[in-house]
């Protein structure tokens, strides 16, 4: 669910795409790894569930695409090729290594056994976890996807469905339904794009396997734990790559940490139990912090001559003071508390909406780490109560930069001195201000927006 790092971010498949599309410093669930990871897009690299054998073969024909057998773009050590390999011929050995760690987590010897019989490394996850993916959606193009007609009314159909689900999670929690109906939506497309991947067994490949292994390893066992206590049975947990499981995409450590048995049938079931899936959803967002009664955010004009150097998240400001800046609901409606802490963000810098973020923007981006998809969820929720589109329109006319581009716009403003960081084409809080002093440093409007106008403005210095 959304911790996954909370940790890495299935925000790899292309839950990098968020972050990449806000210029969001945060990768997406999946590629980390934590909770809630956007099978929407993860679904996009994560190819079957067999394992491919150490050395990269064809195709078969409708089959899933082997393993590359190429080094990891990260250039770690541990995903070079020859390593990947090393490790693979090793697997079996790694898996029966990590029995005694099982035991004192109090698996049973023959539940082990059980559930590891017939593993095998899933060598086609060692290119998902290093991909680095040609971005190629803007913004609201990613919003234009995930908040469309037809997923608004199956989440109507949802919280009509299991409305006395939603109203127990609701009291117990204190969490808007609307809010873990949207989460639901957008991860898995309401139970329909879940992932197909065994998660005992991708797990185990990275626990043994590449740059992540002490990591994935507490994945791995606690996969076991679950299967082990009966609260899921192993064809349940099925998924992403990177090991999220269910409607709203569980890691394995999130569910131990956040899953509820909340119609006291003595299993935690996320997959196949409404009343646990939105009762543990809602317990995820609560245990984060979730404030009731508020909202994410709002949408904001932004006057004339605004300094975007307030646009940052480390600004925060009480709702008084951003309105002493100048700022105003798009709606024309009056904000409901003043003294609340806001932060600014734009992610299209001054040719389209601004929006002040509230607690529980920040709690959504726990669950996933991207701008982009906290945004996509808290919009969604709204649209789901019932509320309108944004007022403000995008700028639809503006071409997105290719990654080459954007690796070209780090290293002009790295020879100017702006940018301190090393170059890869994927653009964090770092390159949002070195983009922001390189614009002020030539009388622009200092939005941090990465455009081509400013790409070709470095161009021309």
């Known amino acids: 669910m959304g911790v996954m790092e909370r940790a890495m971010n299935n925000r790899a498949a292309a839950i990098i795409i968020a972050a990449a599309l806000l210029c969001s410093s945060g990768q997406s669930q999946a590629q980390s790894p934590g909770n809630g990871v956007s099978n929407f897009f993860g679904n996009i690299f994560s190819g079957p569930k067999s394992g491919p054998t150490a050395q ?7 089959g899933p695409p082997p393993w590359s057998g190429e080094d990891g773009a990260s250039g770690h050590p541990l995903m070079t090729a020859a390593a990947i390999r090393q490790a693979a011929a090793n697997f079996q050995n790694c898996v029966a290594s990590m029995w005694p760690d099982a035991a004192r987590r109090n698996i049973t010897q023959q539940n082990f056994e059980r559930f590891t019989a017939g593993l095998e490394p899933d060598l086609r996850i060692m290119d998902l976890m290093d991909s680095q993916p040609e971005f190629t959606k803007a913004i609201w193009d990613y919003l234009d996807i995930l908040v469309n007609d037809n997923r608004l009314a199956k989440g109507r159909e949802i919280l009509a469905t299991y409305k006395p689900q939603f109203d127990a999670a609701e009291k117990a929690s204190g969490v808007d339904r609307y809010a873990i109906a949207s989460i639901w939506g957008i991860e898995s497309n309401y139970s329909t794009q879940m992932g197909d991947r065994n998660v005992v067994n991708s797990t185990a490949t990275l626990a043994c ?88 955010g709002y949408e904001v004009v932004l006057p004339e001559g605004f300094n975007f150097m307030l646009a940052d998240k480390s600004k925060a400001m009480t709702i008084a003071q951003w309105q002493s800046q100048g700022l105003k ?128 403005r470095l161009r021309g210095r």
């Open 329 to 456: 609901r798009a709606d024309g409606k009056p904000f409901p508390d003043s003294t609340e802490k806001a932060y600014l963000l734009a992610p299209a810098g001054t040719q389209g909406p601004g929006f002040l973020m509230l607690q529980n923007f920040r709690v959504i981006m726990k669950y996933n780490p991207a701008e982009a998809y906290a945004l996509a969820i808290g919009h969604f929720a709204d649209r789901l109560r019932g509320g309108p589109a944004f007022v403000q329109p995008w700028p639809r006319q503006e071409r997105v930069l290719s990654r080459a581009e954007r690796l070209e716009l780090q290293q002009l403003l790295a020879q100017r001195g702006f940018y301190r960081g090393t170059p890869d084409g994927q653009f964090g809080g770092q390159t949002r201000e070195a983009l922001r002093n390189f614009q002020a440093s030539i009388g622009a409007p200092a939005d941090g927006f990465a455009s081509s106008d400013v790409l070709e």
């Open 209 to 296: 396997i590449g740059r992540r292994q002490a990591y994935f390893k507490d994945e791995f066992l606690t996969a076991l734990e679950i299967l082990n206590r009966g609260d899921l049975r192993p064809e349940q947990m099925r998924g992403s790559w990177a090991g999220a499981f269910g409607p709203t995409q569980f890691m394995p450590t999130a569910f131990k940490r956040y899953a509820v048995d909340a119609d006291g049938d003595g299993r935690r079931d996320v997959v196949d139990n409404a009343a646990d899936l939105i009762a543990s959803t809602a317990n995820n967002l609560k245990k984060d912090g979730w404030q009731t009664g508020r909202s994410w």
């Open 56 to 62: 990269a073969a064809p195709n078969p024909e409708g």
